[in-house]
């Protein structure tokens, strides 16, 4: 089987799939005879990602897999498409989230002294609704907090295939500019937005609920031993 019928087979097969398959689910795909090798897969599914080069389109590696995506210079022309209004999370839920994102594993206890207010369970159930965060262990201090730290669908969901990707602070200058990949033939419905945090932003902002560069800045060096 040649290079550009094996691409043509990849396309259709990630996008029929609506979620990210692996490399090796794409070549399991073939009967034994004709399998291609796990190179040869590569190779194609790099060459097809060259072709959406400039398009609306991505082939995109994440954490869990290959997935075709809208670009993200177009979700919010084609975010249109669906009446439900786009996701909104409150500056207090994306603060926590970024939080447990550059400084795993971190206990709630943790994240409550750099914040200086604490975590309200609407905004960690949230958290863990979506999947994005888990429990990975207990801190062996007094009380043994739970330790928490990202998931794979974290990674998924913002387009990254390793924590290793996550941008640096001089690139996330504001923690509600993160961009959102949105993934083609999927509509999730809007998480609500935490009405106890959403109640707090103007007092958090105005006292020390903002994360600075230099509290986060002094666990940036975990990000690779976490992953």
Not at 91 to 101: G, P
Not at 130 to 143: A, D, L, Q, S, Y
Not at 190 to 206: G, T, V
Request: proline letters at 4%.
């Amino acid at each position: 089987m040649n290079e550009l019928e094996m691409k043509y087979q990849f396309e259709a097969a990630l996008l029929a799939a609506g979620r990210p398959v692996t490399t090796q689910q794409l070549a399991e795909l073939f009967d034994e005879r004709e399998r291609p090798s796990l190179e040869q897969v590569l190779n194609a599914l790099n060459s097809l990602a060259e072709e959406y080069a400039g398009r609306g389109l991505e082939l995109l590696e994440v954490s869990s897999g290959w997935r075709i995506q809208v670009r993200s210079n177009c979700v919010d022309f084609v975010s249109r498409l669906w009446q439900e209004r786009p996701a909104r999370y409150s500056r207090a839920l994306l603060e926590t989230l970024a939080l447990i994102a550059y400084r795993q594993p971190i206990t709630r206890g943790e994240i409550e002294e750099i914040r200086g207010v604490a975590v309200s369970s609407n905004m960690m159930r949230a958290l863990y609704d979506r999947n994005w965060i888990r429990v990975v262990g207990h801190r062996e201090v007094p009380g043994r907090p739970e330790v928490l730290a990202t998931t794979r669908e974290f990674l998924d969901y913002f387009g990254l295939k390793s924590l290793d990707q996550l941008p640096s602070l001089a690139e996330l200058k504001d923690v509600e500019t993160i961009g959102v990949q949105l993934e083609f033939n999927t509509s999730d419905a809007a998480l609500p937005r935490d009405e106890e945090a959403a109640a707090s932003d103007d007092a958090e902002k105005s006292a020390s609920a903002t994360v600075s560069e230099q509290q986060i800045e002094t666990a940036e060096s975990d990000t690779a031993q976490a992953s």
